[in-house]
């Protein structure tokens, strides 16, 4: 819970980093009863519209092009260890299986790896995070679920993370082309 309400992005995905290190070495055992907060921390940037105000980009070879494309996977991947994180501190007291936990820490951590080489890339274009709106879709469906785990379940990975995946060959294949 308290890594959650962390505002600065790439902090957020160092601490999930080394809180899941110590969950598998075992030196944490337990992830507390803390509720989580029903927002997670953000940062001043980006700015946060409703989905269908964020500006559709062109994502080319261009440097903006790379920008936004890049930008955008990061702000869904903040998401994604947010989500990971509520989903292993906002169901404690329902007495699952310790391997649940393991599931969505190793999510969040892996979602943390990730949006820490995009903000380097993102640097390495002369860009951060932050840099262009965005949509807080995700984090709006995380909280409708907050109440029920199986809606949670079945609205995060099974609705939302399969809309993500439907899109995914066509990235691959513009990728390939950029």
Not at 6 to 32: F, M, N, S, Y
Not at 109 to 129: I, P, S, T, V, W
Not at 151 to 169: K, M, Q, S
Request: neutral net charge; contains cysteine; hydrophobic residues 45%.
């Amino acid at each position: 819970a308290a890594i959650l309400a962390i505002c600065d992005p790439a902090e957020k995905a160092r601490q999930t980093r080394r809180l899941v290190t110590g969950w598998r070495a075992g030196t944490i055992r337990d992830l507390g009863t803390t509720l989580p907060p029903d927002r997670p921390g953000r940062p001043a940037r980006p700015e946060l519209k409703p989905p269908r105000e964020v500006p559709r980009r062109r994502i080319g070879p261009s440097p903006g092009g790379r920008i936004a494309l890049l930008h955008a996977i990061a702000h869904i991947g903040l998401n994604a260890i947010d989500l990971a994180l509520d989903m292993a501190c906002r169901y404690t007291d329902a007495a699952l299986p310790r391997a649940f936990y393991d599931d969505w820490l190793g999510v969040a951590d892996d979602e943390a790896r990730h949006f820490l080489m995009l903000n380097d890339r993102l640097a390495g274009l002369d860009a951060a995070y932050g840099d262009l709106p965005a949509h807080d879709g995700l984090w709006q469906a995380a909280q409708e679920t907050a109440h029920d785990l199986l809606a949670r379940l079945a609205i995060a990975p099974l609705v939302l993370e399969a809309r993500g995946l439907d899109v995914t060959p066509a990235m691959i294949d513009r990728l390939r082309d950029i």
